[in-house]
């Protein structure tokens, strides 16, 4: 089992950057791949990225590439979401998610762990 905490998330200006984290509990974390996902009011939740527990495959959603940049420390078992350039549609609930799973990772249901979230609010 992995329990999840994220933290980092506030109030930032468009074209700003933020950075959250996740940290996890538990000694298998590098066996887990570990996806960001985010909810935005009367929305559903929607896939940000993913890094699989080696760190050597990584995907985004297309409306945040080349803006947004995942990575993890497995030593401090962690993952980190670094955004950039943000927009007001960036605004919501950033959760992070862990998965043993195989299977498109864009999907909420191969995840079978989650944290509690963090509010990032983008501001114009």
């Known amino acids: 089992q992995v329990q999840l905490v994220e933290s980092g998330g506030g109030l930032v200006q468009v074209g700003g950057s933020l950075r959250v984290s996740c940290a996890a509990s538990?000694?298998?974390?590098?066996?887990?791949?570990m996806g960001w996902f985010r909810q935005a009011p009367g929305k559903e939740r929607e896939f940000v990225a993913y890094v699989h527990w080696s760190g050597g495959s990584i995907s985004y959603a297309d409306s945040v590439k080349g803006r947004f940049a995942i990575s993890r420390d497995n030593a401090k078992n962690t993952v980190y979401l670094q955004m950039n350039s943000l927009k007001p549609e960036d605004t919501g609930v950033y959760y992070c998610a862990a998965t043993q799973r195989g299977g498109i990772v864009s999907q909420i249901h191969i995840y079978g762990y989650w944290g509690q979230g963090t509010q990032v609010t983008v501001s114009s």
């Open positions: 538990g000694r298998t974390f590098s066996s887990y791949g």
